[in-house]
């Protein structure tokens, strides 16, 4: 088989066979089709998308392209959920996520990826924990999700390889909001992992891969209808990403947000919103709760209580972190030498913000990617995020940049000033959690 012939035929607006799409996931995986190929049928498949059909064969291909996970011989008492973000700015929900759940009797393999396009990647975050062995081995990875309760990681070798090579080729080829591409990433590499069940987090706004709710939904309605039939029980919520997710953006200040958070220090209401809700969907895809208002009162408890800040800290120096990394976050996190107020250039109320932009300059202080092996500087960011509604003025910034040296602190606070919109009215409040689909 020739695969300019493949992807001459997507090109061409037909549907993939079987074996053509086995041929590519195997391409994929032993890197017999090159790069730029690999583009190119992406690049097709993008502007004449995919059948639910071809989907789902896309899915199941590259979840057997490597080890399938089987917890049987862990004995867990109770049940396998897991939770995945189509990504945005500020997306730190993970970190809070995975604890809470687990400290209310999930267990939560959680398998993360690196930035894609404006958003940050989890796994990316990750690397700013001096130690944390971010790609296990599955034996490793089985036991501390057996003894902690989640474990958070990025893709091992051997889980759902061709969808890592994918991840990365798309990341820099303008193909990352393909419904159907994002369909079989997300699922292949869940399938992989053994899941009871999964909740979808698809976001929708300036600051996500979907526009609009109507986008969000197509997106959602093909995981949740293409799960369904695989036999995991998947529900999604749509929520809103038309600004800041919580008060950081960046990598290591991300993460000393969330232990803020688990440690009762500071919950913005927004992140806060979204991470209950989350839980709670959870909890009730497990089976853990029957209704959504009781999951969500567990959700709060485990956190009021200090339980998930316990699960959070185990998994850290399970996974080789430092064992006091919780208390004393801030001697281990990597810190910006340049930290400066972003002043807006005139006073007003903050009525809108284009998180692409925002995203954008994030990527100029070294902390997303433009090529698939760029290095990140983990350290930069902006903390201090002014949400929408606050009234900006001289003692009021849009945030503090944490950057390498003055210029790039300058340029980042300039398209940072671009992205905010100033008023003189409050906007309209947005609910958070805009719908809730299921497939039961």
């Not at 290095?375 to 929408?388: K, M, R, W």
């Amino acid at each position: 088989m020739l695969f300019v012939d493949v992807i001459r035929k997507k090109r061409d607006g037909h549907e993939l066979s079987q074996e053509e799409i086995q041929y590519f996931v195997n391409g994929l995986s032993d890197s017999s089709i090159p790069a730029e190929q690999v583009s190119a049928l992406a690049m097709a498949i993008f502007l004449n998308a995919m059948t639910f059909a071809e989907a789902g064969m896309l899915t199941r291909a590259m979840a057997a392209s490597g080890t399938m996970l089987d917890w049987k011989d862990q004995h867990l008492d109770g049940p396998i959920v897991d939770k995945h973000s189509t990504g945005g700015i500020g997306d730190k929900v993970s970190f809070l996520l995975a604890p809470i759940a687990a400290a209310c009797g999930c267990y939560v393999p959680m398998i993360s990826g690196r930035g894609l396009g404006h958003g940050g990647g989890t796994l990316d975050k990750i690397g700013a924990i001096p130690g944390y062995e971010a790609i296990p081995s599955a034996a490793l990875f089985k036991k501390v999700v057996k003894d902690v309760g989640c474990a958070i990681i990025g893709q091992t070798r051997d889980l759902a390889p061709a969808d890592r090579r994918l991840y990365s080729i798309r990341d820099v080829t303008a193909t990352v909001e393909s419904v159907p591409l994002i369909t079989a990433s997300i699922l292949s590499k869940k399938m992989a992992a053994g899941l009871d069940g999964l909740v979808m987090d698809i976001k929708f706004g300036t600051g996500a891969f979907m526009s609009d709710a109507d986008e969000a939904e197509t997106l959602a309605s093909s995981i949740v209808g293409t799960a369904a039939a695989s036999g995991m029980k998947t529900h999604a919520l749509l929520t809103d990403m038309n600004e800041n997710l919580g008060r950081t953006a960046g990598n290591a200040v991300e993460v000393r947000e969330s232990v803020q958070y688990l440690a009762g220090d500071f919950r913005d209401a927004r992140l806060d919103e979204v991470t209950l809700g989350l839980v709670a969907e959870m909890l009730v895809v497990g089976g853990i709760e029957n209704d959504r208002e009781n999951a969500r009162k567990r959700a709060e408890q485990a956190v009021a209580s200090g339980r998930a800040a316990e699960v959070f800290a185990h998994m850290v120096t399970a996974l080789g972190g430092p064992a006091d990394f919780f208390d004393n976050y801030d001697r281990y996190l990597p810190a910006a030498p340049v930290v400066k107020p972003v002043f807006a250039e005139q006073s007003g109320i903050l009525v809108a913000v284009d998180g692409r932009k925002f995203g954008n300059a994030i990527i100029e202080l070294g902390g997303g990617r433009r090529k698939v092996d760029d290095e990140l500087d983990l350290s930069v960011g902006f903390v201090d995020v002014a949400p929408i509604g606050t009234t900006i003025d001289n003692n009021t910034p849009l945030a503090l940049v944490h950057a390498a040296n003055d210029e790039t602190a300058a340029l980042a606070s300039q398209m940072l000033r671009a992205a905010c919109v100033l008023g003189e009215s409050p906007p309209t409040n947005r609910p958070v959690i805009y719908r809730i689909l299921d497939a039961d």
